[in-house]
């Protein structure tokens, strides 16, 4: 079965930086677009990044564009999320998501979900 395993969150002062990852199993990894999404706490879900199969297409909410890059490993069968510059109103449970296309998509069109991992940003 299709697995997604994020780690990398924490607590981080406002202005440092963290590296997400998310690993995944079970699924054609390289034929698959990605996606990073978050929810703070009282929140809906958003989604803060995506990249396509190959990693040619990125896609960044406003939010994030700028500090905020995302990357793929195919070869690890593994994405990655390095956010830098953070700041207290990134806190949220960050969430990697797979969708079953080539390209990727901007809004809540993805297939598979993981469990999620905690960042939290103090001032």
């Known amino acids: 079965q299709v697995q997604l395993v994020e780690s990398g969150g924490g607590l981080v002062q406002s202005g440092g930086s963290l590296r997400l990852s998310c690993a995944a199993s079970?699924?054609?990894?390289?034929?698959?677009?990605m996606g990073w999404f978050r929810q703070a706490s009282g929140k809906e879900r958003e989604i803060a990044a995506a990249?396509?199969?190959?990693?040619?297409?990125?896609y960044y909410a406003d939010s994030v564009k700028g500090r905020f890059t995302i990357s793929r490993d195919n070869a690890k069968n593994t994405v990655y999320l390095q956010m830098d510059s953070l700041k207290p109103e990134d806190t949220a449970v960050y969430y990697c998501?797979?969708?079953?296309?080539?390209?990727?998509?901007?809004?809540?069109?993805?297939?598979?979900w993981g469990q999620g991992t905690q960042v939290t940003v103090s001032s």
């Open positions: 079970g699924l054609p990894f390289s034929r698959y677009a």
């Open positions: 990249i396509s199969w190959s990693g040619g297409s990125t």
């Open positions: 998501a797979v969708r079953a296309r080539l390209s990727l998509s901007t809004g809540n069109e993805y297939d598979y």
